[in-house]
């Protein structure tokens, strides 16, 4: 028996996998965890005599963009996993090797975007709306490296269970790719809040 | 415990293309409509809207909660009255203010006092 039950095998009492339930029950920590910063944000803004011109101090054109490269990377995760599912290693690791580009793509618009603003002295402590770009977008950010990290693994070192227990491995893919995309709804709901409004 | 799963099976892509090609539409639609200078409520009600859908999508197909099980929703329901509570108890908070009543006990004014210039 694995150290780790009901990894590829439905558990009887719950209907899933271990993994596939766990993963849900962290998401949905996570999203109270961005639920706070978004509430504090509508908080802060409602209540604040003045606000910045968002689209304005940022730069729509860099956040449209990124919005472009995290979908797709979505859309690259979930090939991957087909290509997994499908038996077709080839495919798997070049969708796979895609979405660890977009992830990068991503972070390097990030940071291109962050020096900006630092060089027009526009830091966390500048203001209230400022403090909550740098908070949200920041937390984001560890999150797409952590993401990226899950998939690097999956990409080298993990496909070692390609042949030795492919279905666990097919899994393992489909469970880092709902992070992924998590990953992706949070900027869905970032982009226009943050950029647009 | 479970019959065994077959280990490999072919994957239909076609839906994923289409829910990517409907992404990238929606995201120009909400640039689009941003820049049209709609009063602030309407640009937030539709901004947020569409990024709703867009949300949707990516959970029902990508993340695969299409004929997902009755035991992933349990928590998700939880999670989302739970979200919902944290912006009632906003609009709770700030309802007043948002609606125009302008904090007038809080501030000790007489209930038919005119506004106050300049204030929240």
């Given at each position: 028996?694995?150290?780790?039950?009901?990894?590829?095998?439905?558990?009887?009492?719950?209907?899933?996998?271990?993994?596939?339930?766990?993963?849900?029950?962290?998401?949905?920590?996570?999203?109270?965890?961005?639920?706070?910063?978004?509430?504090?944000?509508?908080?802060?803004?409602?209540?604040?005599?003045?606000?910045?011109?968002?689209?304005?101090?940022?730069?729509?054109?860099?956040?449209?963009l990124n919005t472009v490269i995290l979908i797709s990377s979505s859309v690259t995760m979930v090939m991957a996993w087909a290509g997994a599912a499908s038996?077709k290693l080839s495919r798997y690791r070049l969708f796979m090797g895609l979405t660890l580009l977009g992830g990068a793509l991503f972070l390097v618009v990030k940071?291109?975007?962050?020096?900006?603003?630092?060089?027009?002295?526009?830091?966390?402590?500048?203001?209230?709306?400022?403090?909550?770009?740098?908070?949200?977008?920041?937390?984001?950010?560890?999150?797409v490296i952590a993401g990226m990290i899950v998939n690097a693994y999956l990409l080298g070192?993990g496909t070692?269970?390609w042949?030795?227990?492919?279905?666990?491995f097919t899994?393992r893919v489909e469970?880092a790719g709902i992070y992924w995309h998590?990953v992706d709804?949070?900027w869905?709901?970032?982009?226009?809040?943050?950029?647009?409004? | 415990?479970?019959?065994?799963?077959?280990?490999?099976?072919?994957i239909?892509v076609r839906?994923y293309l289409i829910v990517f090609g409907?992404l990238l539409?929606?995201t120009?639609?909400?640039?689009?409509?941003?820049?049209?200078?709609?009063?602030?409520?309407?640009?937030?009600?539709?901004?947020?809207?569409?990024?709703?859908?867009?949300?949707?999508?990516v959970?029902?197909f990508f993340m695969?909660?299409?004929?997902?099980?009755?035991?992933?929703?349990?928590?998700?329901?939880?999670?989302?009255?739970?979200?919902?509570?944290?912006?009632?108890?906003?609009?709770?908070?700030?309802?007043?203010?948002?609606?125009?009543?302008?904090?007038?006990?809080?501030?000790?004014?007489?209930?038919?006092?005119?506004?106050?210039?300049?204030?929240?």
């Amino acid at each position: 028996m694995d150290a780790l039950p009901y990894t590829t095998t439905i558990r009887p009492d719950t209907g899933l996998t271990n993994p596939k339930l766990g993963i849900w029950l962290f998401l949905a920590s996570e999203v109270m965890l961005f639920g706070s910063l978004f509430s504090a944000y509508a908080l802060l803004r409602t209540g604040a005599p003045f606000w910045p011109d968002q689209s304005a101090t940022l730069s729509v054109p860099l956040a449209t963009l990124n919005t472009v490269i995290l979908i797709s990377s979505s859309v690259t995760m979930v090939m991957a996993w087909a290509g997994a599912a499908s038996g077709k290693l080839s495919r798997y690791r070049l969708f796979m090797g895609l979405t660890l580009l977009g992830g990068a793509l991503f972070l390097v618009v990030k940071a291109i975007e962050y020096s900006e603003k630092f060089s027009h002295g526009l830091y966390p402590s500048t203001n209230n709306f400022l403090a909550l770009y740098f908070t949200l977008t920041g937390l984001h950010a560890i999150h797409v490296i952590a993401g990226m990290i899950v998939n690097a693994y999956l990409l080298g070192p993990g496909t070692r269970m390609w042949t030795r227990d492919h279905l666990r491995f097919t899994n393992r893919v489909e469970i880092a790719g709902i992070y992924w995309h998590f990953v992706d709804v949070v900027w869905i709901f970032l982009f226009p809040v943050l950029y647009l409004l | 415990m479970s019959a065994p799963v077959p280990t490999t099976h072919a994957i239909n892509v076609r839906p994923y293309l289409i829910v990517f090609g409907t992404l990238l539409t929606l995201t120009l639609v909400t640039v689009a409509v941003a820049s049209l200078n709609l009063s602030e409520s309407t640009t937030v009600l539709v901004a947020v809207s569409i990024a709703t859908i867009k949300a949707s999508l990516v959970a029902v197909f990508f993340m695969h909660l299409r004929g997902e099980k009755p035991m992933v929703f349990w928590p998700l329901g939880l999670t989302a009255v739970l979200f919902a509570a944290l912006f009632a108890f906003l609009l709770w908070t700030e309802g007043d203010h948002l609606f125009g009543t302008k904090f007038s006990d809080a501030f000790g004014s007489a209930p038919n006092a005119a506004p106050v210039e300049g204030g929240h």
